[in-house]
Structure formats: C-alpha cells, structure tokens
C-alpha cells in the first residue's frame, strides 16, 4: 500500500515545486505531471507529485489527516 498526501504549490521552478503540506513547505518533483500552476493542488508519493486533484479532495484529505493527528496525539 502506498500513501500520497496532497499539497498546495505555492512556487514553481522547472521540474520542481515549492508545496505546502499542512504548514510544512517541501520540494517536489513535477517531473510526471504537466500543466502545474500555483495555487494547484497535488498529490505527492516518495517526493514526486503524482496527480493534480481538485481542491475540494485536497481539502477533505487534509481534514483527515489532521483529525488523525489530533487523535493519535490526544
């Protein structure tokens, strides 16, 4: 099983990006996708960005994923 974490790009250079994961800035490839631009949400594996996802699915992943953080830190 592999797990992909959206993020919001917040900078583009080249074939990499600038994402913001729940606070966290990264760098990330972009390598596979085409037609990435700020303000777009991806999906990230193993450094890489994945697919593009709408913001409604970014924004419910990210919900859970901060309702498991809270219950594994609660």
Known sequence: MCLAVPGKV???NDK????DIM???TETS???LTDVNIGD???IHAGS???KI???EALDTLKIFSELKEI???
């Open 49 to 51: 960005a994945i697919e």
């Open 10 to 12: 917040i900078k583009i």
């Open 30 to 32: 972009i390598d596979f």
């Open 54 to 56: 709408d913001r409604k």
């Open 23 to 25: 606070g966290v800035s």
């Open 41 to 43: 949400y991806i999906l």
């Open 72 to 74: 594994m830190n609660g």
């Open 16 to 19: 990499t990006c600038l994402v």
